[in-house]
């Protein structure tokens, strides 16, 4: 079983201050830390699990700079055989559309049983990029993948609907399946295995090596442009409570008391 | 009259929500664009439903096919590509769901039509799509233009736009036989499964503790257990807390998991992603507690506490505990 993983090196902003920066269509970037994308950080532990099961091989593939490095090696050291990065000046603004191109492109060159990937970045949220290349490969895809149980030429998966609801879909391989999180328990990775995993080779693909055209990708092959980027109106703001631990939770018992909830 | 298209969302013989609002936005962009609203229903005997749907479009195309009875992203795609060439739409709307991500973007690749997703507005300027679009988890919003083409595919987020119950349309209803061919489907529905409850109703308890990311570890859970317990309530949590194991399934407030209306909810370390406040927003008050003075949680909360959870719930035990006493 041959595992082609795509992933995505974003920035991590659960916690962290957004800023925009003076183009007024990116965040501030600077500051930010970055790691691989929750979502594939899932889907690359499947497809480690699946390799460790069935025997294989895991490669792991990106779009993007120099930095991308930093979750490749990641991969590497939780698992995956190669690393691949793909990368060009000209891929500089591809939206979803224009990535799902150029990785569809790098990946018919590798051999390939299944493709995992997460179901959506935490940075652009589109959930596309899994559906896309599978259209693009002309093969079947599913997304939204909480368990996955190979059956020889085909796979039974369940998807994660709304409300709480799954249901188990069969789909016939080599297909892409986009994960959801939780599909399972992502590995903490030795300190041993890091190091081994800056030894590896990432093989470096650009426009010219994958055959493509300039139109075909960056903001010229794409189907979306950002225009502007801004903070979220605010609709309603909560009335803040202040002053120290012992006030707030005084302040927050008599809420209670008055509101007839204690 | 070119239509505008939506993709009518029924699971277990129920049209979902997410329909009808994409249908009352449909029905705003058709007035303004000179398109007709036209809901596509495909299923297996759900002529009722098409009943309900004309209620707010103007047409409604029904494909009725034993192969449509569940939703296949395989079936639909070819089906919506046989009336895409027929009836021309200028933009196909389908719900940002489960179903919606597993179908839009490659029947937007098949049809090379330029789509955006997750939109929660939707505006067009000279024949082109603008799109209002969330990012960072709902920390920015961002205004898109898609590439000029003749027609756009969007899906679009739940409750983004509000349901307008109007006058009802009375749209026709147009059967359209099913144009499915007969081919071995890559793709094959087998059941719906509901994992086993946990024992826990959270949609049940006047009073939720939800937590999120904020509490940090699984050792952390006791101990909110034991405020929950003091104010009577259950502990409910937001997705990544179910991700990691450190509660069950049936603890998900959410789209993904349950909507709860309490009468309070109090949100520990919750940063308030969309998915999470669309099963919480109802709630009679909402007090939150989070470290980011930016966490959207504090959009939709009445009272809210930027500081560490940590250092407010063990005084607010105490608190809650004198209280109990004064009133024994």
Known sequence: MDIIVCVKHVPETTEADIKIDSTGKRIEKSGLVFDINEWDDYALEEAVRLKEKFGGTVTAITLGSEDSDATLRKCLARGADTAVRLSDPKFEGSDCYATAKILSRAIKSLPFNLILTGAQADDDGYAAMGTMLAELLEIPHSTMVKKIELTGETVKLNRELEGGLEEIVEVKLPAVLAVQTGINEPRYVSIMGTRKAMQKEIKVLGLAELGLTENEVGETGSWIKIEKMYLPPVEKQAEFLKGSPEEIARKIAEILKTKGLM | ?328
């Open chain 2, 1 to 328: 009259m070119r239509p505008i298209l939506v993709l009518a969302e029924h699971r277990q013989g129920q049209i979902r929500d997410v329909t009808f609002e994409m249908l009352t936005k449909a029905k705003e962009l058709s007035q303004k664009t000179s398109t007709e609203s036209t809901a596509v229903l495909l299923g297996k005997d759900v002529k009722p439903q098409a009943k309900s749907l004309s209620d707010y479009a103007s047409r409604v195309l029904l494909v009725e096919d034993a192969r449509l009875e569940n939703f296949n992203a395989e079936a639909y795609q070819s089906v919506l590509s046989k009336l895409f060439d027929e009836y021309k739409p200028l933009l196909t709307m389908i719900g940002h769901t489960a179903f919606g991500v597993d179908l839009a973007p490659g029947l937007a690749v098949k049809l090379n039509l330029p789509l955006a997703t997750d939109c929660v507005g939707l505006e067009f300027e000279n024949e082109t799509l603008t799109v209002t679009r969330q990012m960072y988890g709902g920390k920015v919003n961002v205004t898109a233009t898609l590439r000029k083409a003749e027609s756009y595919i969007a899906t679009i987020r739940q409750a983004a736009f509000p349901v307008k119950r109007e006058a009802p349309v009375g749209g026709q209803i147009i059967e359209v036989i099913s144009p499915l061919a007969e081919e071995t489907p890559r793709k094959r529905f087998i059941q719906y499964v509901l994992p086993p409850p946990s024992g826990v109703d959270i949609t049940a308890s006047e009073i939720l503790v939800g937590v999120g990311r904020g509490i940090k570890d699984a050792s952390n859970i006791p101990t909110l257990e034991e405020l929950a317990k003091n104010l009577g309530a259950a502990l409910a949590c937001s997705r990544p807390i179910v991700d990691k194991g450190w509660l069950p399934n049936d603890r998900q407030v959410g789209s993904s998991g349950k909507t709860v209306r309490p009468k309070l909810y109090l949100a520990l370390g919750i940063s308030g992603a969309f998915q999470h406040v669309l099963g919480m927003k109802s709630s009679d008050l909402i007090i939150a507690v989070n470290k980011d003075p930016k966490a959207p949680i504090f959009g939709v909360a009445d009272y809210g506490v930027v500081d560490d959870l940590f250092k407010i719930v063990p005084p607010l035990k105490d608190k809650i505990n004198e209280l109990k006493a004064q009133k024994a």
